[in-house]
Nanobody, 120 residues
Framework: QVQLVESGGGLVQPGGSLRLSCAASGTSFTINTMDWYRQAPGKQRELVAGITNDGGTNYADSAKGRFTISRDNAKDTMYLQMNDLKPEDTARYYC??????????????WGRGTQVTVSS
């Protein structure tokens, strides 16, 4: 199995910043794409940002200009730097990874999430 553990969430005031981390662990695995999703109560889970193994990125419109996704392939870790946080960013943030696990083949793993609350 490939386990994902998120960290870095918390309570911040509007305009504040947080840096989320997602650490992957397991055996005989490689990662292709890693993504950050978020889900607020009563709303659908939505993609916030994604990054490929060669550094290609994509962002939700709401995240562009404020959030930056990055990864350290040597450490199997992904980050989301969130600046100028707004109340509408309040959600539980989840890490997702997909790739290959030898010899079993493709996998998709989800973390359990980390809570981000933006409130004055």
């Amino acid at each position: 199995q490939v386990q994902l553990v998120e960290s870095g969430g918390g309570l911040v005031q509007p305009g504040g910043s947080l840096r989320l981390s997602c650490a992957a662990s397991g055996t005989s695995f490689t990662i292709n794409t890693m993504d950050w999703y978020r889900q607020a109560p009563g709303k659908q889970r939505e993609l916030v940002a994604g990054i490929t193994n060669d550094g290609g990125t994509n962002y939700a419109d709401s995240a562009k200009g404020r959030f930056t996704i990055s990864r350290d392939n040597a450490k199997d870790t992904m980050y989301l730097q969130m600046n100028d946080l707004k109340p509408e960013d309040t959600a539980r943030y989840y890490c997702k990874a997909e790739g290959q696990r030898r010899p079993w083949g493709p996998y998709e793993s989800w973390g359990r999430g980390t809570q981000v609350t933006v409130s004055s």
